[in-house]
C-alpha cells in the first residue's frame, strides 16, 4: 500500500493561488497514474485531474481546465497541483489519490488515498 501525504492547502483570496503537493511514501513507488479528487461540505466527491505516471498525460475536469495544472516529480515520488484565479467553488478538501493499473478519473478507480488537506476560498 502506498502511503500519500498531501500538503499545501491554506486560505487564499479568490483570484489568489496555492500548490498542492502530494508526496508518495512507499520506495518502489509504481502507480500507474495519480490525481486529485475534492469534496465541499455537503456533497460528493469529485475527480479534479489526474496524471499517467509514465509519459506525464493530463485530464482536468472541465471546471478547472485553464486554472489548474497537475504535474509530478518522478524522482521525488511526487506529485503536484498548481491552483490559479482560484473561485470560491473551488473550496473543499482535497485528496491526492494513486491507482496502481488504471487511469484515476473516478473514485472506484482509486486504490489508494490521502487524508486530505484544506483549501479555502474567500470572496
Known amino acids: 500500500q502506498v502511503q500519500l501525504v498531501e500538503s499545501g492547502g491554506g486560505l487564499v483570496q479568490a483570484g489568489g493561488s496555492l500548490r498542492l503537493s502530494c508526496a508518495a511514501s512507499?520506495?518502489?513507488?509504481?502507480?500507474?497514474?495519480m490525481g486529485w479528487f475534492r469534496q465541499a461540505p455537503g456533497k460528493e466527491r469529485e475527480f479534479v485531474a489526474a496524471?499517467?505516471?509514465?509519459?506525464?498525460?493530463?485530464y482536468y475536469a472541465d471546471s478547472v481546465k485553464g486554472r489548474f495544472t497537475i504535474s509530478r516529480d518522478s524522482a521525488k515520488n511526487t506529485m503536484y497541483l498548481q491552483m490559479n484565479n482560484l473561485k470560491p467553488e473551488d473550496t473543499a478538501v482535497y485528496y491526492c489519490?494513486?491507482?496502481?493499473?488504471?487511469?484515476?478519473?473516478?473514485?472506484?478507480?482509486?486504490?489508494?488515498w490521502g487524508k486530505g488537506t484544506l483549501v479555502t476560498v474567500s470572496s
Open positions: 489519490a494513486a491507482g496502481r493499473y488504471i487511469l484515476v478519473i473516478r473514485s472506484d478507480a482509486v486504490d489508494d
Open positions: 512507499r520506495r518502489t513507488f509504481s502507480s500507474y497514474s
Open positions: 496524471i499517467k505516471w509514465s509519459g506525464g498525460s493530463t
